[in-house]
């Protein structure tokens, strides 16, 4: 967690009029829901104020320092900038980053307009699941050592849900098959008669795969008495094969389409996700 972090409530009213009107959203907001946020700190006789936008779509994450303003002192080599920290289910800080902006921020009591930006490509929901924060950090230009502040919003056990969409039964899952007998010659009758381990799966987005307590509420969501892996007897007979045709066995399931659903800051952040989980049966195929 940052240390030495003062955090200041603007109320919306004066968040709202504090800062000069920008002529539009910046293009990097457009394409994501989002809020704004105003946020300021004290340190060494200085005061920074910033105003955030947080956005998100379920895959990406992004905070960006709209606009900024620095106590006057004459000095424009300031540094402001953006962070986003988050610990897991279990506690455990698995999302702390933070850009540095240039040292060229000007402290002269007014308003700049900045648009640095973090941004993470994968959804941060699991590592935000607990506890979480993000903002600007300041670090003041004045002679001597540079005092820094940290303001922005935490958000602790943010509301978490899952989201059912559809439940399909009888889904063979194709992408792990089980076992497979590969034809040299024409004429050939394969027969596979072995113990196997299947394995169920869950992914978000189509990329981020949990782990560990994030992995275990969602399946504890999607079914109670979720099974993670199971033996599955792969016994079956192909037809009379070609020289170089495959025949393949697959573990057979339950299909579940989500969304993870997560409100962090004032965002809310809606991933979809894919669940199999495997049965105790096969399919076989030649290909």
């Not at 394409?31 to 340190?43: E, K």
């Not at 002269?108 to 640095?116: F, K, N, R, Y």
């Not at 795969?209 to 199971?230: D, F, M, Q, V, Y």
Request: proline residues 6%.
């Amino acid at each position: 967690m940052l240390g030495s972090t003062a955090l200041i409530a603007v109320p919306a009213e004066q968040a709202a009029a504090a800062p000069p009107a920008h002529s539009s959203p910046t293009p990097s907001a457009q394409d994501m829901p989002s809020v704004t946020r105003t946020v300021s700190c004290s340190a060494g006789g200085m005061t920074g104020e910033a105003v955030l936008s947080l956005a998100s779509d379920g895959t990406r994450w992004r905070t960006t320092v709209e606009r900024y303003k620095i106590s006057a002192n004459g000095r424009s080599k300031g540094n402001v900038n953006p962070y986003v920290w988050g610990q897991n289910f279990v506690g455990q800080v698995t999302l702390d980053e933070r850009v540095s902006s240039r040292d060229a921020m000007v402290q002269d009591g007014q308003w700049h307009d900045l648009g640095l930006q973090l941004n993470r490509s994968s959804l941060p929901w699991a590592a935000m699941s607990q506890a979480s924060s993000t903002g600007v950090e300041f670090v003041f230009d004045k002679s001597g050592s540079d005092p820094r502040c940290s303001a922005g919003i935490s958000s602790s056990n943010p509301r978490r849900t899952v989201q059912h969409l559809a439940t399909t039964p009888g889904r063979i899952d194709k992408l792990h098959p089980l076992a497979s007998c590969y034809v040299l010659s024409d004429g050939v009758t394969c027969s596979i008669a072995e113990s196997r381990t299947a394995t169920s799966s869950v992914n978000l987005t189509g990329a981020v795969t949990p782990t560990g307590e994030s992995l275990k509420w969602i399946t504890g969501n999607i079914n109670a008495s979720w099974t993670a892996s199971r033996t599955v007897d792969v016994r079956c007979t192909s037809p009379v094969m070609r020289k170089g045709e495959l025949f393949v066995a697959y573990p057979t399931g339950v299909d579940t389409q989500f969304r993870v659903q997560v409100d962090a800051f004032g965002v809310h952040i809606d991933g979809p996700g894919t669940a199999f989980e495997v049965a105790n049966g096969i399919a076989c195929e030649v290909s």
